[in-house]
C-alpha cells in the first residue's frame, strides 16, 4: 500500500491546486465518487473531473491529509481538515472528515465518506 498512499497524497496535490489534468491519470476509469453537490455517486474518470469542475466554479474546498491508515484488503482510510471557502474567500465550513479510499490496478477507484462533513 506505499504507493497508494504516495498515490493518494499526489491525489490531493492537484486537488487542492485544481489541477484536474494531473489528477486524471491517477483515476481508475471506473472510479465511483459520491456526489456532494446534487447526490447520489459519479461514476467514471470523466465524469468524476466534471464533479470537481463545477465543485471549483462554485467554492474553494482544501482538504489537508491529517493521517492515513491501512485498511485490508485495499483500502486506505484518510482523516483530513477539510475546509471549504466561497469565490470571494469567505469561509462555509472547517471541519474533520474521515474518508475511505479504495484502489483497483494501482489507481484511485472510490471513495467513501466514513464520518464527519
Avoid at 483500502?75 to 465550513?93: E, F, H, N, T
Amino acid at each position: 500500500m506505499r504507493h497508494e498512499r504516495a498515490q493518494l497524497k499526489k491525489v490531493y496535490a492537484a486537488f487542492n491546486t485544481r489541477d484536474l489534468g494531473a489528477l486524471a491519470p491517477m483515476l481508475h476509469p471506473d472510479v465511483e465518487w459520491p456526489n456532494g453537490l446534487e447526490g447520489g455517486t459519479v461514476r467514471g474518470r470523466q465524469a468524476v473531473l466534471d464533479y470537481f469542475a463545477r465543485q471549483f466554479e462554485t467554492m474553494n474546498p482544501d482538504a489537508r491529509l491529517i493521517g492515513v491508515r491501512f485498511e485490508p484488503p485495499a483500502r486506505l482510510v484518510a482523516d483530513l481538515q477539510y475546509a471549504v471557502k466561497d469565490l470571494r474567500g469567505q469561509v462555509w465550513s472547517d471541519t474533520r472528515a474521515t474518508l475511505a479510499y479504495d484502489f483497483r490496478d494501482g489507481l484511485l477507484a472510490g471513495m467513501v465518506v466514513i464520518g464527519g462533513f
